[in-house]
């Protein structure tokens, strides 16, 4: 082979391995500018998330439980931006069963403005213990509004009720049978503050037949007097009274139960 057709197959085969190496590199910058790409946005959404706890105790008595009934909860939360996701649990204090971890809660929420109004869109996921024998799950959607005074909520959930294995044992209950499903209930809240929702303390009245673990039928709707304070930019306190009548169908002029709740809100 001539002088010339080597130096002209060397000249072919560097600029090959020059091509190669351009193409690594090329595709190099690529993957170190996705990297830095998503660290920036991991790293900025870490700078302005915002986490938060919320712990609370329950107390009160209605015909489900026979006698004086205490819970406590604690929920812990994280902002990020428009979002939001919590999750927590709730125990048993004192009640008529052997069950101490009697709930547990999780909810991703949105938030959105339109022309002074604000808006959440929620999804949630609630599972319930009553006693030894029974347990119940919730799952569905909510859509709430704020403007001032003003809120309201409205939503769908899909339940199930469940006996546990230990009754399905002891009962021989049927497999098939263990387990009973509602699908598509009402649940709705309508409520009126006495200042706007950014003021340092603020009581109102609400009507709804639902709370963080509990979802009652459409039709046995709660009254909810409310008092918040707020004693620092990122503390709140709360306190709750709840009054349930026999439900709107009954003609029973008893009411069906109450109960008092008071709690602390730590956006940290």
Request: hydrophobic residues 35%.
């Amino acid at each position: 082979m001539s002088k010339k057709n080597k130096t002209m197959k060397n000249a072919r085969g560097h600029k090959t391995k020059n091509k190669a190496g351009i193409s690594h590199f090329s595709c190099s910058v690529r993957d170190f500018r996705f990297t830095t790409t998503l660290l920036f946005l991991i790293f900025s959404s870490w700078l302005t998330a915002q986490p938060g706890l919320r712990i609370y105790a329950d107390a009160g008595k209605n015909n489900a439980s026979g006698s004086l009934f205490i819970k406590s909860a604690a929920l812990a939360n994280y902002e990020f931006g428009k979002n939001r996701i919590e999750t927590g649990f709730q125990i048993d204090i004192k009640n008529n069963s052997n069950s101490v971890f009697s709930g547990y809660n999780v909810n991703a929420s949105r938030e959105h403005a339109f022309g002074g109004y604000l808006f959440h869109m929620q999804g949630f996921y609630t599972r319930t213990s009553y006693s030894e024998i029974l347990g119940e799950t919730n799952w569905g959607a909510l859509l709430d509004m704020r403007h001032k005074r003003f809120d309201m909520a409205i939503g769908t959930n899909f339940r199930t009720y469940s006996f546990k294995s230990g009754a399905i044992s002891e009962y021989r209950i049927k497999r098939d049978a263990s387990k009973f499903h509602e699908n598509f209930n009402m649940m709705y809240s309508i409520g009126y503050s006495i200042k706007p929702t950014d003021e340092v303390w603020n009581a109102g009245l609400e009507i709804t037949n639902f709370d963080t673990f509990i979802i009652e039928q459409g039709v046995n709707p709660a009254l909810r007097l409310r008092g918040l304070y707020k004693p620092g930019p990122h503390l709140s306190l709360y306190t709750e009274a709840w009054y349930m009548p026999a439900g709107l169908l009954n003609l029973s002029m008893n009411h069906f139960g109450f109960n008092f709740k008071t709690g602390i809100s730590w956006n940290f």
